[in-house]
């Protein structure tokens, strides 16, 4: 029996994963546990949970493979600094960024005290770990295989063809030409100044229209290789110093543009600053522009190879709206990418690479699902509700363990259609960012003012952010403009066009769908309770969203149970138990009424909610 450990470290989504025996056992990402957002360090607490999953201890594993190589691309390196002499203290920082990775046996004892690891530390290049984080789990035996990203190891793409078990790295796009750099300056621009924001960009880009293409094309140059690149003169990260830190593990990156892009754009936008159209028209140039440059890159490989299948890796790679695109501007008929194919996947990239080369077992696993995190028995979701009592009781909440999953599915689905805000815990926590039916709130994508309840009860978050639709399978060509498995939501499709009023809470403003397809073999209770919610209102489809209040998705009940009561959650369910709160008097609104949603947008609340029948009431 062989146990390999992959890491990302020391940079966002810290994460971890196990592989027994070419198998992926467990995998997660450090925030889960750390309850800071994209946390960034030493994923020793996902590791923890790893090996627990695996009821080994850190001796028994065989190997550690970590999603970096500070000796890859060293002559380009070298020849970077001696030619363009950056500031010192870019250089002194990723110095100290390769010493930190040197450590790792170091780390693992100050996490693991009293435990020893035995076995032999690899050290993956970074894109080759995203390469093969897609390909190596793909279901495809060949397929041309890409990743983009910001910066890994001196590159920021890489490309070339896997077969079986082995992957040829066919060229890269080095340091200081990066797609992932030209989309994160450009949305700290708009005045998105966080660790992550790119994805508010994209929700942002259909508000718009692409009217600033040329001072986009200004900015990145296609190349007659399928590459690109950057016009410098608008960008800092080559030639300065620019911060990258992570203290108390959140990262945060410092401004990469230069004065250059404001006096070719007009004035950066401040994060307090109203969204005009003139922003909304910069976004769209800017989704615009990356798109021109991601597919001029594919159309580029499918020419050199004629394969019909692509996998797609690295953190330009949850650009979900460019994903959805892929079969309409290029002639790859196959697509496959990972629920975590950012920095995070990386671990799982690493160790399967890793894998092949000591086993020489050319067998291939294949990831057709997300669910490798922790579960929870419903003996210790007893336990959690019992020493609650008093708290539900304060928020008048009814409590039943309903151990018939059809009735449990039937009864969710019942308040779904009733306009409830429902917490849905189950099962095993998703790999990713995505929230994929265990960590989810569902609700009714039928009501237009879906949306507005949400952000105003729980989410909290800018308006023009779309919420997505999880669909049965078999459902999708019917409602959808493609008949493609998306098990991940990493792909946005058109909604039909005569079923977009049916659905209005999960269409967006562009007609389109961020949908994730849910099979009965993979997860078969959230198929059940979609089916039910099927059975009731003819529509196949639920509006699915992370399970969070501007926090990392939850990860143990706890967790989801603090959720549900300090928002304005109807209904909880965790695993077999339902909580809701108790039904309004008679005669007021109900939750995410006209009347209530004024309420809470400028008033004191009402504190009333839906009701349903009459359940006990916790003492």
């Known amino acids: 029996m062989a146990f390999v450990l992959g890491i990302n470290a020391y940079h966002g989504d810290a994460a971890a994963c196990l592989i027994q025996d070419g198998k992926l056992i467990a995998a997660a990402e450090e925030e889960r546990f750390r309850r800071i957002k994209h946390w960034a360090g030493f994923p020793s607490e996902a590791i923890r ?3 627990d999953e695996a009821g080994i201890k850190l001796d028994q594993v065989d190997h550690v493979a970590i999603n970096r190589d500070p000796k890859a691309n060293i002559w380009k390196k070298l020849s ?13 920082d990723r110095i100290k960024n390769a010493r930190e ?23 993956i290049e970074h894109h080759m770990a995203h ?3 897609a390909f190596l789990v793909s279901p495809f035996e060949e397929a041309v295989a890409v990743s983009v990203d910001g910066f890994g190891d001196f590159a920021s793409a890489a490309w070339g063809v896997g077969r079986g078990s082995e992957i040829t790295v066919e060229d890269k796009v080095y340091f200081p030409h990066s797609l992932g750099i030209f989309y994160q300056a450009l949305t700290q621009y708009l005045g998105f100044p966080h660790y992550g924001d790119e994805y508010k960009v994209m929700g942002l880009a259909p508000y718009g229209q692409p009217r600033y293409m040329d001072e986009m094309r200004r900015i990145v140059a296609l190349q007659d290789d399928g590459s690109f690149r950057l016009n410098l003169d608008y960008f800092r990260h080559h030639k300065e110093k620019v911060e990258y ?14 004065p250059a892009l404001e006096e070719l754009l007009g004035k ?19 989704q615009a522009m990356y798109e021109e440059a991601f597919f001029h890159l594919l159309n580029t490989l499918h020419r050199r190879h004629g394969l019909d299948a692509v996998t797609l890796a690295g953190g330009c790679a949850m650009n979900s709206v460019a994903n959805g695109k892929v079969y309409r501007n290029t002639p790859f008929k196959k697509v496959y990418i990972q629920s975590a194919a950012g920095d995070a996947g990386g671990a799982i990239g690493a160790a399967f690479v890793v894998w092949h080369q000591v086993s020489q077992d050319p067998a291939r696993f294949v990831m057709d699902h997300a669910y490798w995190g922790p579960q929870f028995s419903d003996d210790a979701v007893g336990e959690l509700v019992a020493g609650k009592q008093q708290a539900l009781a304060d928020e008048r909440c009814s409590v039943e363990r309903v151990q018939d999953e059809a009735e449990l599915c039937r009864r969710t689905a019942q308040a779904i259609a009733e306009g409830k805000v429902v917490g849905w815990f189950q099962g095993r926590m998703e790999w990713g960012p995505r929230a994929l039916g265990n960590r989810s709130i569902v609700c009714d994508p039928r009501r ?15 308006s023009f952010r779309p919420f997505a639709p999880s669909i049965l399978r078999e459902a999708v060509p019917a409602w959808f403009e493609t008949d493609d498995d998306v098990p991940f939501m990493m792909q946005v499709y058109q909604i039909r066009e005569d079923k977009r009023p049916e659905i209005p809470a999960v269409t967006h403003v562009d007609g389109s769908g961020r949908l994730q397809t849910v099979y009965a073999d993979t997860n078969p209770r959230y198929h059940r309770l979609i089916k039910s919610f099927e059975e009731l209102t003819g529509v196949p489809i639920v509006l699915n969203t992370s399970f969070n209040e501007n926090e990392p998705v939850v990860c143990r009940p706890m967790e989801a149970l603090d959720c549900f009561l300090r928002t304005k959650m109807d209904v909880l369910v965790l695993g077999d138990t339902f909580i809701s709160r108790r039904e309004a008097a008679e005669g007021t609104e109900p939750a995410g009424s006209e009347a209530n949603a004024d309420a809470a947008d400028g008033m004191a609340d009402t504190g009333t909610y839906a009701g349903g029948r009459t359940r006990r009431v916790v003492p």
């Open 245 to 258: 830190e992570w203290e108390n593990g959140i990262p945060a990156v410092g401004r990469l543009f230069t």
């Open 131 to 133: 390469l093969a984080s």
């Open 49 to 51: 949970y790893c090996l």
């Open 80 to 92: 970077f600094t001696l030619a363009k002499r950056p500031d010192f203290g870019l250089v002194r």
């Open 448 to 462: 237009a003012d879906m949306k507005d309840i949400l952000n105003l009860k729980i989410k909290r978050r800018e």
């Open 101 to 123: 990775w040197a450590s790792i046996e170091e780390e693992l004892g100050r996490a693991f005290p009293g435990e020893r690891f035995r076995g032999q530390v690899h050290n």
């Open 268 to 286: 950066a936008r401040d994060k307090s600053d109203e969204l005009t159209q003139k922003h909304k028209d910069i976004a769209r140039s800017v």
